[in-house]
């Protein structure tokens, strides 16, 4: 089987998985959801996930209890039987040594984790490809982009840094890319997490790119170990948004914002750059929505 096609299948079984984490899944089972044998499906899960299917499906439903007891009041042994685990004790033990935290101490104080958040493969096999194969196409076409003014007050924001990284994939090289598996986690968040390109007085001898999830000032739970908390000065942000777009064209989506912003003057609109005033930062590129940046700006007197 090519390559292509065993991400394809993968990327199948991952679905499937997600729509059924509450019922119990065996290996035959795949196998027959996928037409291909117990032994071949597990040898080529393993190999393009890094995870047996077994496992995997462990993590999933371990992650997907850790959101349910941060969010709903319900007891850790229903919980537990929600998803498919035999008993309190099994699932504490597996639980506690994922996330090194019983679930009845989460349940009480919910600090971040990291959750296992995986991508689907085959979605993210084509959005590298389209990106290796369109790195150097320039953006001819300008489609709408809307833009708005928001008020950002002062906060506190979770963030690892790197050491150099002045973008995405140089941070991922330098740090990892599952930071969003802990941003995730954070019930207090005020927003969705974010990637953000910080002002000089903010790095701290860090890198320029770091990623983070915004926090009331009074949050004062435990920092996992190699992030920090920063308080970030009240700013006006505005914030470009650009037309839907398929997924795998990620990288073109935001060459275009990124191009629609080196031309456009805000001083049209009674406002000025003000990159000091806070960070420039981007959200999860998701092509429902459109690519969404913003930018600190301050309006002119």
Avoid at 91 to 114: C, L, M, N, V
Wanted: net charge negative.
């Amino acid at each position: 089987m090519d390559k292509t096609n065993s991400l394809r299948v993968v990327q199948m079984l991952q679905e499937y998985i997600e729509e059924n984490l509450q019922t119990a899944i065996t290996l035959k089972e795949l196998a027959d959801y996928s037409g291909y044998s117990p032994w071949h499906i597990g040898h080529m899960f393993k190999e393009v996930s890094g995870k047996s299917p077994y496992e995997y499906i462990r993590l999933r439903r371990l992650t997907r209890a850790a959101l349910v007891m941060r969010d709903e009041n319900k007891k850790v042994i229903d919980v537990a039987l929600d998803f498919v685990f035999d008993s309190q004790e099994g699932f504490t033990r597996a639980f506690t040594k994922e996330f090194g935290i019983s679930p009845y101490k989460y349940h009480k104080q919910t600090p971040p984790i990291k959750l296992f958040l995986p991508q689907k493969v085959y979605d993210t096999y084509r959005a590298m490809y389209y990106v290796y194969q369109n790195e150097e196409r320039m953006v001819k076409t300008m489609k709408t982009v809307f833009v708005q003014i928001i008020e950002r007050p002062e906060r506190k924001c979770l963030i690892k840094r790197g050491i150099e990284a002045a973008e995405y994939f140089k941070y991922c090289e330098e740090v990892g890319c599952d930071i969003w598996n802990v941003l995730t986690s954070v019930k207090e968040a005020l927003y969705e997490p974010i990637g953000m390109w910080l002002p000089e007085n903010l790095r701290d001898n860090g890198s320029e790119y770091v990623q983070g999830v915004e926090l009331p000032l009074d949050y004062n739970k435990a920092i996992p170990d190699g992030y920090e908390l920063i308080v970030l000065p009240p700013c006006t942000m505005m914030v470009f948004q650009g037309e839907p777009y398929d997924d795998e064209k990620f990288a073109e989506a935001i060459g275009e914002i990124w191009k629609h912003i080196d031309k456009f003057n805000p001083e049209l609109y009674g406002y000025k750059w003000a990159p000091a005033d806070g960070p420039r930062f981007q959200l999860a590129p998701m092509g429902y929505r459109g690519y969404i940046e913003a930018r600190p700006v301050k309006k002119i007197s």
